[in-house]
């Protein structure tokens, strides 16, 4: 983009120009009025989204760091808007969605909410906006011109050992008249999680904190709104997983309910589609029949529950990880071995 002064320039050479010619030919001056009235006006105008831009960039800036200078205790959460005729509507929904239900997966922790005045266009701007503000999660609406609405998010995890969780993007039902509370409820869980990755390892948590949520999801997946089918998956994967937990945690309600949820998740799962869920779904079931066995002992159900873990294990020992990890548990128990059998050994300058 050129400059003020280069610009400046440029329009005098052209001035000077027109003038030259003008004077040669008297029959141009009524032209040449008009060039110079066009290029005064793109100057005007040229100017005048220079300042705006610039008043924008800067409003933006001082809002960022009003926002990390605060004092605030707990998570910051951020609405941007996307780019797309539909994505001031998604946005405005995905703040109601925070305010609204974000309470019921944070454990009181406390949390607020900020629109921020950006546009974002890619995860990157999301992430590097998070940096600048100091803030925890960003949610945006986004649309891809072809009529796609999406509900976006990106967060940091300042302080804590796990990475940064990558940028998702959530596919919105097309009518906003599906854009229902159930669905809200639904896409602050997926935000929570976001900015909460634990949530998906209910044994983190203690019974009386776990169950709020997974009643919340229970409902969720009761009402059956349209939502995107990695939400749907994740929400059922975690209800059992919780659900499961809170029948180990004693709660005999639970562990009628724990054990249909897992057969009902087992039967949704394509293996082929999704090995990893289908693995996740055997360990759940395996797990539930083995506990309901321990409270009333039924033998045909313990060797289902053998052969689910069975085909779980089976499942993932071809996996490259599982057999990195039983090679080095291979070597360490050679290596045990030895130095068990060589009872004296003296260290000198870095050999045994």
């Not at 079931?285 to 039924?298: H, I, P, S, T, V």
């Amino acid at each position: 983009m050129l400059t003020a002064t280069e610009l400046t320039n440029r329009l005098q050479g052209l001035w000077t120009a027109a003038e030259a010619r003008i004077l040669a030919h008297p029959e141009l001056a009524g032209l040449g009025a008009a060039i110079a009235a066009a290029a005064a006006l793109a100057v005007v105008v040229w100017l005048a989204r220079s300042i705006v831009s610039t008043g924008i960039v800067a409003r933006r800036a001082a809002k960022a760091a009003a926002i990390r200078r605060s004092d605030d205790i707990g998570a910051r959460i951020l609405i941007a808007r996307g780019v797309g005729r539909r994505s001031a509507r998604a946005s405005d929904f995905l703040g109601h969605s925070a305010r609204t239900h974000l309470a019921d997966f944070m454990f009181g922790g406390p949390f607020s909410v900020i629109n921020f005045p950006a546009t974002l266009k890619s995860d990157a701007q999301a992430e590097a906006l998070l940096e600048r503000a100091g803030a925890d999660l960003v949610l945006w609406g986004d649309s891809d011109g072809r009529g796609g609405v999406f509900a976006r998010m990106a967060s940091r995890q300042p302080g804590l050992r796990e990475d940064n969780p990558p940028p998702r993007a959530l596919k919105m039902p097309k009518s906003r008249l599906k854009w229902t509370e159930v669905f809200s409820r639904a896409t602050a869980y997926a935000a929570a999680r976001q900015m909460r990755p634990a949530l998906g390892r209910p044994q983190n948590f203690r019974s009386e904190r776990l169950e709020p949520v997974v009643q919340a999801l229970e409902a969720i997946l009761e009402d059956g709104p349209e939502m995107d089918a990695a939400l749907e998956a994740e929400i059922v994967d975690d209800f059992a997983a919780g659900a499961l937990q809170m029948a180990f945690a004693g709660e005999e309600i639970w562990l009628g309910r724990s054990l249909d949820v897992a057969r009902r998740t087992l039967n949704g799962v394509d293996r082929g589609a999704a090995p990893e869920r289908w693995v996740a779904a055997k360990i759940n079931l395996g797990r539930a029949l083995k506990l309901r066995c321990e409270r009333r002992f039924d033998p045909v159900m313990l060797q289902e529950a053998v052969a689910h873990l069975t085909d779980a294990l089976e499942a993932l020992r071809a996996e490259p990880k599982f057999k990195r990890a039983e090679a080095a548990a291979q070597a360490i128990t050679e290596a045990q071995r030895m130095l068990g059998a060589r009872r004296r050994f003296s260290i000198s300058s870095g050999g045994i």
